[in-house]
């Protein structure tokens, strides 16, 4: 139990659907962060909040949209996605930039069909 | 952000010490080392962190060298569970990025 719990921890979805990824954690920590990891590749960051603001945005694509609507919650939400956005997303938390480290949680499995 | 290297696969003997090397040749003053694993299917999990001087933690201890150039995790006695991919990331204080590249691949052997 890492204090950082994702939902669905498994998603099939087709390029046309719409679904959104959820990530609650129980840590109090103000920085959430959402990553990507295809397979046999390294973590990707793609987003990053701090105090619901948004100050990382990796030149991710537009079909993929965050939202943290408060400190505890952060979600994604996925749109007419591509056969290559299959990955595991993982979703982590810190308490801010400082030396202090990310706590992640075990990711939602995502295929695009 | 300071590069790592790392080998990409090591073995170990169940019971020994596994002892887990990181060259990070560029790293800056302010910029801390980190230590992550991740066992498959499971996100990766905090192990330990350090700036100059050896930590010990429950899990694991980390001997940054005096220059700071490299660095080694510890798991004093290895066990099937611990068998992963562990990565070394360096980072400082001023920003969110976590650099993870593709990290040791452990397998801790009966």
């Known amino acids: 139990e890492t204090g950082v719990t994702q939902t669905p921890r498994h998603l099939v979805m087709g390029m046309t659907n719409k679904k959104s990824l959820k990530c609650e954690q129980h840590?109090?920590?103000?920085?959430m962060y959402w990553y990507k990891q295809s397979a046999k590749k390294p973590l990707e960051l793609m987003f990053v909040?701090?105090?619901?603001?948004?100050?990382e945005n990796n030149s991710v694509p537009s079909r993929f949209s965050p939202e943290c609507p408060n400190s505890s919650h952060l979600f994604l939400h996925l749109h007419t996605l591509q056969p290559e956005d299959s990955a595991l997303y993982l979703c982590a938390s810190s308490p801010d930039r400082a030396r202090k480290p990310q706590h992640f949680g075990d990711g939602t499995r995502l295929s695009i069909l | 952000d300071a590069k790592t290297t790392q080998p990409t696969s090591m073995d170990c003997a169940e019971g020994r010490a596994a002892n887990l090397p990181c060259n990070h040749s560029?790293?800056?003053?302010?910029?801390?080392v980190y230590w992550y694993r991740q066992i498959h299917s499971q996100g990766p999990q905090y192990i330990i962190h350090g700036l100059k001087n050896n930590e010990t933690n429950e899990m694991a201890s980390l001997i940054i060298t005096e220059d700071r150039k490299s660095s080694t995790l510890i798991l004093p006695h290895a066990t099937l569970r611990d068998t992963a991919v562990y990565y070394c990331i360096v980072k400082g204080s001023g920003t969110y990025k976590y650099i993870f590249g593709t990290g040791t691949r452990l397998k801790v052997l009966a």
């Open positions: 560029t790293i800056s003053g302010n910029e801390y």
């Open positions: 909040y701090s105090l619901e603001e948004r100050v």
């Open positions: 840590l109090g920590h103000n920085a």
